[in-house]
């Protein structure tokens, strides 16, 4: 895959970049969103493919993307497809800090040093050129506006920006009220944008099942020799871990 165009990852972080302060909306969302953009982008390259509600790598071939190729070796030792909402709801420590690292040496952020009540060291990120934000954003404008169907690169985008709650950021107030009605509704022209957004929204509401487990040896007895083992009641998936602390604060 060339580097003629920004991925999925980076378009949704400079989404969700205020050009104001330099912070992230939605951090925590955002973090499970930046996993599973990089996931369609995996799907839009032709490496990876939904199974049901599972992720199968078809193509294990580097993309030349340093960070979505260490996805997809990850996903390539599985050896087995997997769920969507358990690859999203995995632990991505500093997978936003990676993007904005990276965006800082591409030149379309810049970081901004500072203090937390005078102590903390905080860093904060600037976009270098807000026309590219302006003209991410233009995409889904259009689509909401017109009402014809987008390409799958922004139907995925749509999808992940509502399912990580961007839309009161980019929409906000009750004028927005029905732009934000139609990002969502953006959700269903993109099937792998659709599963992934709806896994990061699974994992937001803690909805997912964990996979069954065979009983106990005394229950199996209980049950009898012929008897079917019951199946253990749904639990959610453990919520992703905190970040770990850092020599820098990055500014949510």
């Known amino acids: 895959m060339g580097r003629s165009r920004r991925t999925l990852p980076e378009e949704l972080l400079l989404l969700a970049l205020d050009p104001t302060t330099g912070t992230t909306a939605q951090p925590q969302s955002l973090d499970l969103g930046l996993a599973g953009a990089q996931l369609v982008e995996l799907a839009l390259a032709g490496r990876i493919a939904p199974d049901g509600d599972r992720i199968a790598v078809v193509a294990p071939r580097p993309t030349g993307d340093p960070t979505l190729d260490c996805a997809l070796e990850l996903l390539r030792r599985r050896g087995a497809p997997v769920r969507a909402v358990n690859w999203i709801g995995g632990p991505r420590l500093g997978l936003r800090q990676t993007y904005l690292s990276h965006l800082e040496r591409c030149g379309m952020v810049h970081a901004v040093e500072g203090q937390m009540c005078g102590v903390l060291p905080t860093t904060r990120y600037q976009a270098t050129d807000t026309a590219i934000s302006r003209e991410i954003k233009a995409r889904l404008d259009s689509a909401i506006r017109t009402g014809?169907?987008?390409?799958?690169?922004?139907?995925?985008?749509?999808?992940?920006?509502?399912?990580?709650?961007?839309?009161?950021?980019?929409?906000?107030?009750?004028?927005?009220?029905?732009?934000?009605?139609?990002?969502?509704?953006?959700?269903r022209h993109d099937p792998m944008g659709g599963l992934v957004a709806h896994a990061v929204m699974d994992v937001q509401n803690?909805?997912?099942?964990?996979?069954?487990?065979?009983?106990?040896?005394?229950?199996?007895?209980?049950?009898?020799?012929?008897?079917?083992?019951?199946?253990?009641?749904?639990?959610?998936?453990?919520?992703?871990?905190?970040?770990?602390s850092m020599a820098r604060a990055v500014a949510h």
């Open 206 to 244: 803690g909805a997912a099942a964990q996979p069954r487990r065979a009983p106990a040896p005394a229950a199996r007895q209980a049950a009898g020799p012929g008897a079917r083992p019951a199946p253990e009641p749904a639990r959610g998936v453990p919520a992703q871990p905190r970040h770990g």
């Open 148 to 187: 014809v169907p987008p390409d799958p690169r922004t139907a995925a985008l749509a999808a992940l920006a509502h399912a990580v709650g961007l839309g009161k950021h980019l929409y906000p107030g009750n004028e927005g009220r029905s732009s934000r009605s139609r990002l969502r509704d953006l959700i």
